[in-house]
């Protein structure tokens, strides 16, 4: 008798061969995947350009803006400082420095740019305003045509972050424009400048701390962020503490927004001459408190909102003590960033004829906006 066929081995062997199949054309997808990924990333790799050295970004940055670095030379006292071209239209254009360098009177001071061998300005500028506590001076001239100036006031002003890199072009030591790098060591604060303004009491104003070589001849230079944003000008430095000792490269930038506000204040509104801004008074106490003089109002940051604090009986009856100020115009408050509040509020004044101011503010979970009559936009 024949037995019956036994089919099982047959059986079992057609399952296997099916998982090796499944099995081979798994790793074969996966093989293909990894060859298009790394044929990806070959491309990617390739097409991508290598990362810029800093030295490189410097030299961009030195290269752009040379023709904007000013040496300055006060043909009665002997002194070098430095100023940098902010625009330039036609025939005339605008320049920075510091107040302590120009005074009320810019008659003796002549000015040389990059390239030049002589001071061509001898007697040419034209001082068009000034502000003596943030220690900042405008200046006119007539342009050099040749000179590719970079107009800074298009560029705009860069945000200050610790620890960011800066590049400073400016006059060292009566030796002609030279470069100088360093980093932001405290973007925002109010700090008192260790002088005093026409024989005045001791003050503070919003500055921004650096850690780079500023030596005589460096006040009134512009300092970039390496992005080419203006970050502040050179106005002054720390050479010994209270005990005397020496401090190395502790300085102080009057604040790029303060600039550009300022600016705005001369040249928009037509104005000349010292900068009548009474409205806001800093104080370096309790880390900053902000008194809002036309307003009278005060704010401070606590707990890094920026609340009011205090509105005095004849204050502004639209606040409240505890509203919290989320922006100021268009500007957005950042946690205790006082240089761009400083520069935000430079704007507006009591005899501003423009916008009126607007505020928003947080109160009771709420957010809405505040239209203060008292102070309008000085910018026509």
């Known amino acids: 008798m024949e037995k019956p066929c036994d089919n099982t081995d047959n059986g079992k062997s057609g399952k296997q061969g099916a998982l090796l199949t499944a099995l081979l054309s798994l790793f074969g997808l996966i093989a293909a995947l990894l060859i298009a990924l790394i044929v990806i990333v070959g491309i990617s790799a390739f097409r991508s350009e290598p990362p810029v050295a800093d030295n490189e970004i410097y030299a961009e940055l030195a290269d752009k803006y040379k023709y904007n670095a000013v040496e300055l030379y006060d043909g009665v006292a002997n002194v070098y400082a430095s100023a940098f071209v902010y625009t330039a239209s036609g025939d005339e254009m605008y320049l920075f ?172 509104n037509g104005q000349s001459g010292p900068v009548d801004f009474p409205m806001l008074t800093l104080r370096a106490g309790e880390y900053g408190t902000m008194y809002i003089q036309a307003l009278h109002v005060e704010i401070k940051f606590v707990d890094f909102k920026l609340r009011v604090t205090r509105i005095d009986s004849t204050g502004t009856r639209l606040l409240s003590e505890g509203d919290e100020i989320t922006s100021i115009g268009e500007r957005k408050v950042e946690p205790c960033d006082f240089v761009s509040i400083v520069g935000e509020l430079y704007k507006y004044n009591t005899w501003g004829t423009g916008e009126k101011l607007t505020l928003t503010i947080l109160r009771g979970g709420e957010e809405m906006k505040i239209v203060l009559d008292e102070l309008g936009r000085v910018k026509q």
């Open 97 to 268: 420095t510091n107040y302590h360098v120009s005074g009320d009177d810019v008659s003796s001071l002549c000015a040389r740019f990059y390239g030049r061998n002589s001071y061509e300005k001898a007697g040419e500028l034209e001082l068009v305003g000034y502000d003596p506590y943030y220690d900042v001076a405008l200046l006119k001239t007539a342009t050099f045509p040749a000179n590719p100036y970079a107009d800074i006031r298009s560029v705009g002003t860069a945000t200050a972050v610790a620890g960011g890199r800066i590049l400073c072009l400016g006059n060292n030591l009566g030796y002609g424009i030279q470069a100088q790098n360093g980093i932001i060591s405290t973007p925002s604060l109010v700090t008192n400048p260790q002088k005093s303004v026409h024989d005045s009491a001791l003050y503070t104003v919003a500055v921004i701390g650096a850690c780079a070589p500023l030596n005589s001849g460096n006040s009134g230079a512009a300092v970039y962020d390496m992005k080419g944003g203006l970050v502040g000008m050179n106005t002054w430095r720390v050479t010994a503490n209270a005990a005397g000792d020496a401090v190395c490269d502790t300085c102080y930038l009057t604040p790029a927004p303060v600039i550009a506000a300022m600016y705005d204040v001369l040249v928009g």
